[in-house]
């Protein structure tokens, strides 16, 4: 077989070893496309249970028991990177009726709902699996949030497997029953900041009190994210990937090139030159860049 | 570098470069010294057949005329890669901004597309159209919404098109009519990776999974009409294997696996066993193969920042 397989070696040596942890909870092509592009420059995933696979589980189904284990754990863990993929969005999809211009509950068009209303007052939102959209997200409301009743079968085991993952502040368990540790936050009250996060699913960052939360709890990190929604999260990872600025350098030290001026809009007009139909943006040192509009303060 | 086809063979290329399509000569690319760095047009090489090109805006070589139809906004772009014709549009009503893939059928009359769904705020997820060039009406398809990239081809067999689901291995079967049929995956296996392929006894799934032991399983099928006979698993032994693509003509698959930060390009057949590996210089990331049409022997190794070919010889 012969074979002509490309040229460039970085030089590696004496260089730290970079680490990094994710978490799946819906499609993982993402996630491992990124692992997959990480350990080809020689970083470590120190993802508890799951690290030293070649691929990453979804924390869904027969995986749930193991996934929320790995994630106590991950609490105790100290990255350079994480990722963390999935579903995301507001606490139930009831919570739209609060944000109508009629006053009427959201129509199946949403053609009644104020955006902005919803993305800037919605006070509760989180990363979310599959089981979990199927049932709390579809069918719970913050005053009526039992979605399996006396449901048998595959219901009352979509209920048992949902796993939720708060991204603003946590909703009181009043309206809210799940867990919904978020083991990245927990990280903050022992481990450095990482140097970066990576937020992979629909609006990680059009919602202002995620956006609030991130920013409060890694002021000097890279949260790189969604402003829209999205198909599947293999066009994040696109999108990054696709970026110049995305090379090795910046992976292993992304404060000093974003430290440099103008390099966070730089790199915003990168991420977003992959897709007409998908909007990509960052959080840095309590700035969120955005395409539509100019850097703005995080509140 | 997003996306390749071959043009009227091996050595002519149509690569998604950044946001244009550029035809290039593969020989020009592949005998260029070791330490250059290439940039395809523009303003490197090549010739810019289309520019503003995401990874949205689908494009295919209709096999009859040689065209590209690059989807836009209400219509599709139709470009001679050789110049030879003017370009031109073809007006589809209703064509959304947002095709993340595409195929076209044998007679260049229809293509399928892969468009965005917007279920609420907070979810979309895939649709399919069809798109028919000669009255410029888009049929949509009412039943599919997935979550995961799907690759799309026509079954020249059973004449309809394929819908594959790459991350479990099921697919749907539309005939452009009736509602798509779903073709289950295989059961009992976690798949995270899975390719489809055309070959003359009908569309072959190769679906990737973990073993328990840590080792890749691979498992094949072939789509009858309404159901895929699937075969035993085998497990792939070396490094994990990440993607597997069964060629279009013969039983053996092109696998692309990595461990750690070195990557293998494999050829195995049937039972699993490596018939033909080459190591992937260290620097240099892969992530997708691709079999060449024109030549059963060649395959396209390609990454965000890399393009190479593995020939198998005897």
Not at chain 2, 50 to 60: C, E, F, G, I, Y
Not at chain 2, 123 to 130: E, G, H, L, R, S
Not at chain 2, 260 to 269: I, K
Request: hydrophobic share 40%; proline share 6%.
């Amino acid at each position: 077989m012969a074979n002509e397989m490309g040229r460039n070696v970085p030089n590696t040596i004496g260089q730290a070893p970079i680490t990094f942890a994710m978490i799946e909870l819906a499609d993982p092509a993402d996630c491992n496309s990124r692992k997959s592009q990480w350990r080809a420059y020689g970083f470590k995933d120190v993802t508890p249970t799951f690290g030293a696979q070649s691929t990453v589980p979804t924390i869904d189904g027969s995986m749930t028991a193991n996934g929320r284990a790995m994630m106590q754990q991950m609490a105790g863990v100290s990255a350079d990177w994480f990722m963390i993929s999935g579903h995301h969005g507001a606490l139930y999809h009831s919570d739209y009726d609060s944000y109508t211009t009629d006053g009427q509950p959201c129509n199946e068009d949403h053609t009644n709902l104020d955006w902005d209303a919803l993305y800037n007052g919605e006070q509760y939102c989180g990363f979310f699996n599959e089981s979990y959209h199927e049932t709390y997200w579809s069918y719970a409301k913050r005053d009526h949030h039992d979605p399996s009743g006396n449901a048998t079968g595959a219901t009352a085991a979509a209920v048992a497997n949902a796993v939720y993952l708060r991204t603003t502040d946590a909703a009181p368990s009043s309206i809210a029953p799940p867990e919904q540790d978020n083991a990245v936050f927990d990280t903050t009250a022992w481990a450095p900041e990482p140097k970066g996060i990576i937020v992979s699913a629909c609006n990680t960052l059009s919602y202002k009190a995620a956006r609030k939360a991130w920013s409060g709890y890694f002021p000097n990190a890279v949260i790189i994210g969604t402003t829209c929604c999205i198909n599947l999260g293999t066009q994040v990872t696109n999108a990054i990937a696709a970026a110049a600025m995305t090379n090795q350098q910046f992976w292993r030290d992304p404060q000093s090139v974003l430290d440099q001026d103008g390099m966070c809009v730089q790199l915003m007009k990168q991420l977003n030159t992959s897709y007409s139909t998908i909007t990509i943006g960052l959080l840095y040192k309590k700035k969120f860049y955005e395409p539509s509009n100019d850097p703005q303060d995080v509140e | 570098m997003h996306g390749l086809r071959e043009f009227e063979g091996a050595d002519h290329l149509i690569v998604h470069s950044a946001q244009s399509l550029v035809a290039v000569d593969w020989p020009i690319l592949q005998h260029a010294p070791d330490s250059l760095t290439l940039e395809l047009g523009p303003p490197g090489l090549g010739k810019v057949l289309a520019t503003n090109v995401t990874l949205d805006s689908a494009w295919v070589v209709e096999p009859k005329s040689k065209r590209i139809l690059l989807a836009r906004e209400g219509e599709f772009d139709s470009i001679d890669p050789g110049g030879r014709v003017a370009n031109q549009k073809i007006k589809v009503t209703g064509l959304p901004r947002g095709a993340f893939a595409s195929s076209v059928n044998p007679d260049g009359v229809h293509v399928l597309l892969v468009v965005t769904r917007v279920i609420n705020p907070d979810f979309a997820n895939f649709a399919v159209v069809m798109a028919d060039l000669t009255t410029g009406q888009l049929i949509r398809e009412a039943t599919i919404g997935a979550g995961v990239d799907l690759e799309l081809l026509w079954d020249a067999p059973f004449r309809t098109w394929v819908i594959g689901d790459t991350s479990r291995g099921g697919l749907w079967r539309w005939d452009g009519q009736k509602p798509a049929l779903r073709l289950a995956a295989p059961q009992g296996t976690p798949v995270h990776a899975a390719t489809f392929a055309s070959s003359p006894e009908g569309v072959m799934v190769s679906a990737l999974f973990t073993e328990k032991t840590g080792a890749t399983g691979l498992v094949t099928g072939r789509a009858e009409l309404d159901r895929v006979i699937w075969t035993p698993p085998v497990v792939l032994p070396g490094l994990p294997v990440l993607v597997a693509r069964r060629h279009p003509t013969l039983a053996r698959w092109a696998c692309l696996a990595q461990e750690g930060t070195r990557q293998q390009v494999q050829v195995r057949d049937t039972a699993g066993k490596v018939l033909a590996e080459t190591d992937v210089r260290p620097g240099v990331y892969l992530d997708n193969l691709l079999w060449s049409t024109f030549s059963s022997n060649l395959l396209w190794c390609s990454g965000i920042r890399a393009l190479a070919t593995a020939t198998l010889s005897e």
